[in-house]
């Protein structure tokens, strides 16, 4: 176990700028309990933590086992907030969750808490430390427009308006292609136009100490495919029906997540449970594959980086206090 870059913090917290802890990695890489151990020892140290998530799936109320979200044994008593905050009838973009992310954030260092930021949406992190691009409100009419084209139609009409973000885009990433053409057909715009600037980041405004999981990776995948078959012991399959109860779109967050489509199909009869487990464990491994890579090389060099493979919590706490000289 080991830490690959410089702390995140030198001299510790400057008084004009609040504390802000960051504790970010792939799913499955314990960052969750890792979050709970560091609250609990800094409590005892006299700094009461609220842990604040900021995982795109755990958001969603309708998500409870298939996002992991953590249980109240889980949370050992530190309160969390920001799970389960959205209904899955409404999609949750980064700006929409940065902006609740900051109200949490200031309403901790009003009480006098260090606000605990835990998850693996490192577009999440991003917008809200570095800004988002302000970009003007979509037409509804548009929107409705392009949300309903087929994907393949969608990067046609793209590929004709705007050819340089089509070209960077995956051929089947529909929603960012329904994105981008949105923006340029309300706006008039491109959106690489938009991205020039970015606007409303609070990276300025605290004292950031961040830590990064890196765990060894097969030992990670091997903890992803225990992950989705406890899921399924602890009601998966109910899950999904109730989201199908529900009748959410297709393309809502909330039907897209890891476990949902692979879930759906052996409900349809498509798959059997077997093939439908191995095809999810495939998809959160495919997931914390892009989740490393992001991590490994998207943060600044100041985010402290921890390598393991025991998935020691406890030593991995000792070596994150060690790293942020809270020690």
């Known amino acids: 176990m080991s830490t ?27 960052k969750s309990d890792l979050a709970v151990e560091f609250a609990l020892r800094m409590e005892i140290k006299g700094t ?32 969390h907030r920001l799970f389960g905050s959205w209904d899955g009838a409404s999609a949750c973009s980064a700006a929409d969750w940065a902006r609740r992310a900051k109200q949490e954030i200031a309403a901790c260092h009003a009480a006098g808490a260090l606000p605990v930021l835990v998850g693996g ?7 809200l ?7 003007p409100e979509i037409d509804p009419e548009i929107r409705r427009t392009v949300r309903a084209l087929p994907v393949a ?36 715009k491109p959106l690489a136009h938009w991205q020039t600037t970015l606007e409303g980041g609070i990276g300025d405004e605290i004292t950031l100490s961040a830590a990064v999981l890196l765990p060894e990776r097969e030992a ?9 078959s406890k899921m399924l012991d602890q009601g998966a399959i109910e899950e999904v029906k109730s989201l199908l109860a529900r009748d959410h779109g297709p393309d809502m967050p909330v039907m897209r997540a890891i476990g949902v489509p692979e879930i759906l199909a052996y409900l349809r ?10 095809h999810a464990s495939q998809a959160t491994r495919n997931y914390a594959k892009r989740q490393f890579t992001w991590f490994r090389r998207q943060p600044p060099d ?12 406890g030593d991995l706490c000792d070596i994150l206090f060690q790293s942020w000289r809270l020690t």
């Open 4 to 30: 690959e870059e410089s702390p995140g913090t030198s001299d510790g917290p400057a008084p004009s700028r609040p504390p802000l802890a960051l504790i970010a990695g792939p799913t499955a890489s314990g």
């Open 48 to 79: 009461p933590c609220v842990i604040i998530n900021a995982d795109s799936a755990q958001v969603y109320r309708d998500l409870v086992v298939l996002s992991a979200r953590p249980t109240p044994k889980d949370m050992r008593g530190i309160e």
């Open 121 to 127: 949406t490192g577009l999440y992190f991003r917008t």
């Open 129 to 135: 430390l570095d800004g988002i691009a302000p970009i």
């Open 153 to 188: 139609q969608a990067l046609g009409a793209l590929q004709a308006e705007d050819p340089s973000r089509a070209a960077l885009l995956a051929p089947s990433d529909s929603a960012r292609i329904a994105r981008a053409l949105e923006v340029i057909r309300s706006t008039g």
């Open 220 to 228: 990670l995948y091997r903890r992803c495919d225990l992950r989705f």
């Open 269 to 278: 009869g498509d798959m059997s449970l077997e093939e439908a487990a191995e």
């Open 302 to 313: 100041s985010w402290v980086r921890l390598t393991y493979d025991d998935f020691s919590i």
